[in-house]
């Protein structure tokens, strides 16, 4: 599904930030992706989901060489993954129902089509009494549970999560870590990136660890 | 291909849906609605101040664009009236009856082909002709004034100038023919360096019309960034963003435009009122008149102006559309 073949980056002129990461996520996995702030997680992810470019090596995602790929091209296999944002990224026009339902809309289908399942999602992560809600009045819990929300709302193949449990109780992150294996039982990939150990203790699963740059593989 | 097939496949239809207030877009068929909420947010501060700024540059363009028009309109009638008449002049010295003499002259015009109207003027009208260079006097009379008749010429069939010339000269002692070719000529040099001169400043205008749209734009632009981000990174096509940012735009341009273009349309309704106010009595007026026309816009005038309003909106649509285009192509 995603294969890494000796990938480097670095920001300009800069230092490399990631070398030499090398890694397969198979159809249906789950992993973790750990490692010290500033060790290149979210990098990392931005590489995966094709919003930056590696300074060196190669990328597969979905058995397509991305550097090969035209922008139209990749932005067909977005559609394939989502993505939950550290900084939530939610559109503060938009009500969170609005939000949740903007990658269905994206994708040209009919509001009647998705409206039920939508609804559904949100009272699935407590956030049924908040769908007419903007996101400035949200907290930053019910901002994170909306945008997980809009990351699965279409079932991606592949679920890249940065922090995605960094800024909600202990008790929503249990159920949130629910939701994602979950998804993962009915076939999505999950990437998770996260420094919660507890969180990590909870699931058996490969660990891409992060340090300084170079990517280790565990637990698999 | 790929610029036709993008043609054939932009969805024009759902434009209409960002010109036109929401209640009468409800009334369209289906095909010209957008469902939904408005991914671009309908109303913010700088959306605001683009559309004062459109309004404005709308509105100066509108009155460079009309006036340029009006004086142009008025050159050309000048050439034209000038172009349909030639004049008889007739030496009154030795002449002894100047009358019959016109008489005879008049008739032999007359039977030219290709004259409409020979007419000829009285002593007292070419007398008439004199006064703003010699005054009201009676002494005027006592003067060799040249009689003159004045002839209109069918523009669709003209006659042979020359050969109305010589046969005058064969026919009549002391008759001249003028067709005005000098006069023509200069005034044709008038038009031409007015109309010139009216297009160099339109053309400023457009220019600076142009800077400040795609500044002001680019402006608003850059506070939607995160929209295009966030539509980027759920899988939105490129054609489905930059569609998304260019229906707003271009209602955000056409309304701006109206309103400018209105209140020119005003601005020329009251340019009258407006010199009356500043002083300016019937003699101002008379000359505005002979410069300008009429002094009003008629419905060709109108029309550049609408044509402007066009020309803002889709600078203004198509300048949102390379602004997204550019923001996506740093994520490339």
């Not at chain 2, 019309?209 to 096509?237: D, P």
């Not at chain 2, 701006?256 to 003699?283: D, K, N, S, T």
Request: charged share 20%.
């Amino acid at each position: 599904m995603i294969r890494f073949d000796n990938v480097g980056l670095r920001y300009g002129s800069g230092p490399e930030i990631l070398r030499d990461v090398t890694f397969h996520v198979l159809p249906g996995s789950f992993h973790f992706l750990t490692g010290p702030s500033g060790a290149g997680k979210s990098s990392l992810l931005r590489l995966l989901f094709m919003s930056l470019r590696p300074s060196r090596g190669l990328i597969f995602v979905f058995g397509e060489n991305v550097a090969d790929l035209p922008r139209p091209g990749r932005a067909a296999l977005r559609r394939r993954i989502g993505i939950v944002f550290q900084d939530f990224r939610l559109l503060d026009h938009l009500t969170t129902w609005e939000n949740v339902a903007l990658p269905l809309r994206v994708m040209g289908k009919k509001e009647s089509d998705y409206a039920e399942d939508v609804t559904d999602l949100l009272r699935w992560v407590g956030l049924g009494e908040r769908i007419h809600a903007y996101p400035e009045i949200l907290s930053g819990g019910e901002k994170q549970r909306a945008a997980i929300a809009r990351a699965v709302i279409t079932r991606p193949e592949l679920l890249l999560a940065d922090e995605p449990t960094g800024n909600v109780d202990p008790a929503i992150g249990n159920r949130l870590l629910r939701l994602f294996v979950e998804l993962n039982r009915l076939g999505t990939s999950v990437i998770l990136a996260t420094h919660d150990y507890s969180l990590m203790e909870q699931l058996e699963a490969p660990r891409l660890m992060l340090d300084e740059g170079q990517l280790k593989v565990s637990g698999t | 291909m790929s610029l036709i097939s993008d043609i054939q496949d932009y969805p024009w239809t759902s434009l209409l849906a960002g010109i036109l207030p929401a209640r009468l877009t409800a009334l369209l068929p289906a095909r010209f609605q957008v469902t939904g909420a408005q991914i671009v947010p309908p109303t913010s501060i700088v959306g605001n101040a683009l559309t004062v700024v459109l309004a404005i540059m709308t509105f100066l363009a509108c009155l460079t664009a009309g006036g340029v028009y009006m004086v142009n309109q008025s050159a050309n009638a000048w050439v034209d009236d000038i172009a349909s008449e030639i004049t008889i002049e007739l030496d009154p010295v030795n002449t002894a009856d100047i009358e019959k003499k016109m008489t005879l002259v008049s008739l032999f015009l007359a039977k030219q082909r290709g004259i409409t109207r020979v007419k000829p003027l009285t002593a007292e009208d070419s007398a008439k002709l004199l006064e703003p260079w010699l005054g009201e006097t009676v002494s005027i009379s006592a003067l060799p004034i040249p009689r003159l008749i004045a002839v209109e010429i069918d523009r669709s069939s003209p006659p042979d100038i020359e050969v109305i010339k010589t046969a005058l000269t064969q026919n009549f002692d002391g008759v001249t023919l003028d067709d005005h070719r000098r006069w023509q000529a200069e005034i044709r040099t008038i038009t031409r360096s007015t109309a010139l001169g009216g297009i160099a400043v339109l053309g400023l205008v457009a220019a600076a019309t142009i800077a400040v749209i795609i500044f002001a734009t680019r402006s608003a632009m850059s506070s939607n960034r995160k929209i295009i981000e966030v539509l980027h990174f759920v899988g939105a096509q490129e054609r489905f963003i930059s569609s998304e940012f260019e229906r707003h735009f271009l209602g955000l341009g056409v309304r701006a435009g109206l309103m400018g273009a209105f209140a020119a349309a005003v601005a020329f309704q009251l340019l009258p009122l407006m010199m009356y106010l500043l002083g300016g009595g019937a003699v101002t007026a008379a000359e505005t008149r002979r410069l300008l026309g009429s002094g009003e816009l008629d419905i060709g005038g109108y029309l550049l102006c609408l044509l402007v309003v066009v020309v803002v909106a889709g600078l203004c649509m198509l300048t949102s559309r390379l602004g997204v285009f550019r923001v996506l192509k740093s994520y490339a």
